[in-house]
Structures are given as structure tokens and as C-alpha cells.
């Protein structure tokens, strides 16, 4: 049975650094997904870009962006979610990367933004690959309902467990080899 796991903490507490720290850590697996992480200017936030595993990189929201949609002060680009994310997460929605492993950083708001990233996201959760995810503690019903179902472990991300984390989930998603038997 795939792994499914939802990293969730409070905004700050390391979810995208344990994230990246993960997948540094996975360097021989078939990883595929995206990060996101903060632009800054003179100290302030002022946007989020999203980097794919495979390092194309583009603002996903930005105080300068007109939207719609709009989260907070920031607009969206949702054509970033069409071309990088979405293409990150294809090859295992269709099947292409049966065992893979995908990393999402993060299901929010901004990213949720997106119908055809939810689909690729429901997709994955029923898909044959281990997802590692991170999530917001607030309550939203996508994500909410991500949480309960079946087969979904949710782990709490706190500055306690931050940096031991990477490491014990890799220790958990590294394949191990097979006993004598073939075939999947």
C-alpha cells in the first residue's frame, strides 16, 4: 500500500525546509512535485515561488499580481500551477511512475486556488505512488478531507520534531529490497 503523509504545521515551523531536506535526502528515488518558498524585499514578504524538483522555477503569487484570484494581498498566477505544477505531478496521476514518490509543498490556499491541481491532487491519493505533503493547520475542507481518509497519516511538524523529521521519513520511503520475489 503507498505511503501517504501530510506534514501539517503553523506557518513558519519549517514545512517546506523539512520538504526540501527530505527529498536531499531520497537523492537515488524517482521524486517528482514542487516547492514553494517566500520572496522577499528589504525584509518584507511580498510573494511565493514555486520550484519543481527538476528546478524550473516561476512566481505563484506576488503583492504585484492583479489576479484573480487573490489571497490575501497577494494575486495568483494560476498558469503557474498549468506549467509547472500540474506537469510535475503528471507522470504519476497517469500511471507513468507507479512507485514514485511525490513531494507537494504545499496544499494552500493559493495552490487549492487551482480545480485542476485538486483533481491532480485526488488523483494522486488514489494512485499507486507515496505522497509526502505538506498542509497549514487551519481548517479547509480540501485538505480536511485529505486528513480522513482512509490510509492518510498525518504528522505534526513542530520546531521539536523539525529536524529529525527528514530523516526518519526518508528511513520510511526508501525502497528496500525485494526477498527473492518478482513482479509487482
Known sequence: MPTRILLEG????GKTTALRR????????????????????????????????????????HVDLPGPPRVG?????????????????RPAVTGEAAGRLVLID???RMELASTAFRDAVEALFAADVDVVATVHAHRDPFTDALKR??????????????????????????????SGASGA
Request: charged content about 20%; proline content about 7%.
Open 149 to 178: 481518509r482512509a490510509g492518510v497519516e498525518v504528522v505534526h511538524l513542530t520546531p521539536a520534531n523539525r529536524d529529525a523529521l527528514p530523516a526518519a521519513l526518508a528511513a520510511r520511503l526508501t525502497p528496500r529490497p525485494a
Open 106 to 108: 504545499e496544499l494552500g
Open 22 to 61: 527530505l527529498a536531499a535526502l531520497l537523492p537515488a528515488r524517482a521524486a517528482t512535485g514542487f516547492t514553494t518558498e517566500e520572496i522577499r524585499l528589504s525584509g518584507a514578504r511580498v510573494g511565493f515561488a514555486l520550484e519543481t524538483l527538476a528546478g524550473r522555477r516561476e512566481v505563484l503569487a
Open 73 to 89: 494581498k497577494y494575486g495568483v498566477d494560476l498558469g503557474v500551477m498549468e506549467r509547472l505544477a500540474l506537469p510535475s505531478l
Open 10 to 13: 503553523r506557518p513558519g515551523a
